[in-house]
């Protein structure tokens, strides 16, 4: 009986061998390409500009998004979107960053998107 124990559990530990040799093939995910950065610079008439001097050139945003003390605002026109990161600079929130879509061809603003949104933006009230 004790041998008889012995090679069962001999087999059973060789069994277990088997099955650890044997490789486990792990699906990947499928690899996606990234679309290229866009262009680096910013508008010079925008960059650096506080909310309320954006709010003058263009009106209220479409969208606010706030992320932490950062936000982001969009601003629809009727061929493009343009898309202005303001940052804590000091004490004040500046135009840090801007991007349209479709992308500029020099910066990542496109200007005659910029120049559609100040066409299109009410005048301010005095």
Partial sequence: MTRLMGILLCAILAG?????KSPIVQARPPRVALPAPPP?????DLAGQQPAQLRILLGT????????????????????KAFFFLYPYG???LVR????LPRGRDIAADQACLDSLRAHSPLPVS
């Fill in 16 to 20: 277990c061998a088997t099955a650890a």
């Fill in 40 to 44: 680096h610079g910013e508008p010079g």
């Fill in 61 to 80: 945003p479409a969208l606010i998004r706030k992320d932490g003390a950062a936000e982001m605002w969009r601003y629809d026109g009727p061929g493009c």
């Fill in 91 to 93: 004490t004040a929130l």
């Fill in 97 to 100: 960053h801007v991007e349209t």
